[in-house]
């Protein structure tokens, strides 16, 4: 099921009498391929989980439409959507078995929908077989881990077959190792039913990592959206630069010049095409290269082993942070000879331009 958004507006009036009300949601207009998992990134309180009560119906939008496939569903109440929503807190009842908690979207059906008990029962099986859970059905939600309780709120919202499948941070009350192990199970889950599926996360490796899409977005407002890969190798502007990506891009005061990109008084790189101007110089930390006669010279600060890898940690005054943090292939580092200074060569591909007022990319070849 294709899901389509058409100038989708949320705004919410300010609570004290001087305040500005807030848009969380600003004029999104995009289209969510059918069968694809899209991942809905930012910070918090950028209007994700605003985005995601509107796509479910809890939320009415303040302008603008909502379409699944070619049904307008903008003033459709969520029961006739047909979403399954997962949220962060799974929310199971807790004097219901695992059965009964899948059931129970089921009970409801009314008319032509109407299930029996057999019908029900099967259908909570073959759901909680899909996230593996059908050797749990008689536990009670407290005999369960957080990721098997998370695996039941899945279930629960897969039993009535959504069209559009609505995941809030599912997996934001895991440990690490269960927030790893989860995530690939959605990725799986949602190959093998292909349902349209939004994933809300503030983490963008989760997102990077399982979406066949990522919409990156910032107060309320669309920043990106594209092939995570794409969008890391081709960020529109600092925001989304500095979101993606760990270690975080290393960002530099700078300036151009004559076509040449200066970072304090040092000549870092050719820029052609690019006009003199005042720039915010984006670099990622694999787009260093130790070269002792290389141009753009830091004060060394320390050495990270990491196996595969180092990690060369550097200062310079124009660096916005206090540390830079160079990736080198373990193979370079033969090259780090001095005590106090390092010295790179820049990978192009690797730096991004930036205007220093607006924040929007300046290219070069
Ligand atoms: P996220 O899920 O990305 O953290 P939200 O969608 O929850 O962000 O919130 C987006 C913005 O809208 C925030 O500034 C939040 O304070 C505001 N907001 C959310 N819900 C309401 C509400 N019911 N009333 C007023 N403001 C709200
Ligand atoms: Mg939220």
């Not at 949601?25 to 509107?54: A, H, M, R, Y």
């Not at 996360?201 to 399982?210: C, F, N, V």
């Not at 594209?226 to 960020?235: C, F, T």
């Not at 200066?262 to 870092?268: K, N």
Request: proline content about 5%.
């Amino acid at each position: 099921m294709k899901v389509v958004l058409q100038n989708l507006t949320k705004r919410f009036p300010s609570r004290s009498k001087n305040g500005s009300d807030v848009i969380a949601v600003n004029d999104f207009t995009f289209e969510i391929p059918d069968g694809k998992l899209i991942g809905l990134l930012g910070p918090s309180g950028c209007g994700k989980s605003t985005t995601l009560n509107l796509l479910s119906g809890l939320q009415k939008p303040t302008s603008g439409k909502i379409f699944f496939g070619d049904d307008d569903v903008t003033n459709l109440s969520p029961e006739h959507r047909g979403v399954g929503l997962v949220f962060q807190n799974y929310a199971l009842y807790p004097h219901m078995t695992v059965r009964q908690n899948i059931m129970f979207p089921l009970e409801n059906l009314k008319g032509a929908d109407k299930l029996t008990k057999q019908q029900m029962n099967e259908r909570a099986v073959e759901a909680a077989k899909l996230v593996q859970i059908d050797g749990l059905m008689e536990r009670k939600p407290k005999e369960l881990s957080g990721g098997q309780q998370q695996r039941v709120a899945i279930a629960r919202a897969l039993v009535k077959m959504p069209r559009v499948l609505l995941l809030d941070e599912p997996l934001s009350n895991l440990d690490a190792r269960l927030r790893l192990q989860t995530r690939e199970e959605i990725r799986r889950i949602q190959r093998e039913t292909k349902i349209t599926t939004i994933f809300v996360t503030h983490d963008q490796e989760e997102a990077m990592s399982i979406s066949d899409l990522i919409i990156v977005m910032k107060d309320g407002v669309i920043q990106q959206i594209g092939k995570p890969q794409d969008v890391y190798d081709n960020p529109i502007n600092l925001f989304v630069a500095k979101f993606l990506g760990t270690p975080p891009i290393n960002v530099f005061e700078g300036h151009v010049k004559g076509e040449k990109l200066f970072i304090g008084d040092e000549a870092v790189l050719n820029v052609p095409g690019v006009s003199d101007c005042d720039v915010n110089v984006a670099i990622r930390p694999e787009g260093f290269s130790l070269r002792n006669d290389g141009p753009f010279t830091c004060k060394f600060a320390n050495l990270e082993v990491m196996g595969r890898d180092i990690s060369v940690i550097a200062q310079h005054t124009a660096c916005e942070a206090e540390n830079i943090r160079a990736i080198i292939s373990s193979e370079n580092r033969a090259d780090l000879t001095s005590e106090d200074t390092v010295r790179f060569a820049l990978k192009r591909d690797k730096v991004f331009l930036f205007d220093r007022v607006s924040g929007n990319r300046i290219s070069f070849n």
